[in-house]
């Protein structure tokens, strides 16, 4: 059974740094794409960020570029989410999420976390 757990979130202040993980355990990921999507109350899901597994293909929102950077260790299955220059903005559930493709929509994705809290206070 596939599982994905998500850490690192908190409470921080604007312009402070965080580093989200996600562990994915259940099978092998070498050919999936792992996605990571936030959701704020009251919106939908959005997309983030998103890395091919392995070939190490890259995408981000533009809405993120230059502040978020995604990576992965692909020997202990575990993805990451650098969170630079922290907005107030940016507080929102986020979530990790694996899956065949690359995709910015959140229904393509087969295997989500449970989501950790990130909180941007001004």
């Known amino acids: 059974q596939v599982q994905l757990v998500e850490s690192g979130g908190g409470l921080v202040q604007a312009g402070d740094s965080l580093r989200l993980s996600c562990a994915a355990s259940?099978?092998?990921?070498?050919?999936?794409?792992m996605g990571w999507f936030r959701q704020a109350p009251g919106n939908e899901r959005e997309f983030v960020a998103a890395?091919?597994?392995?070939?190490?293909?890259?995408y981000y929102a533009d809405s993120v570029k230059g502040r978020f950077a995604i990576s992965s260790d692909n020997r202990k299955n575990t993805g990451f989410l650098q969170i630079n220059s922290l907005k107030p903005e940016d507080t929102a559930v986020y979530y990790c999420?694996?899956?065949?493709?690359?995709?910015?929509?959140?229904?393509?994705?087969?295997?989500w976390g449970q989501g950790t809290q990130v909180t941007v206070s001004s």
């Open positions: 999420a694996v899956g065949k493709i690359y995709s910015r929509i959140a229904r393509a994705y087969d295997y």
């Open positions: 259940g099978r092998t990921f070498s050919t999936d794409v």
């Open positions: 890395l091919t597994w392995s070939a190490g293909n890259i």
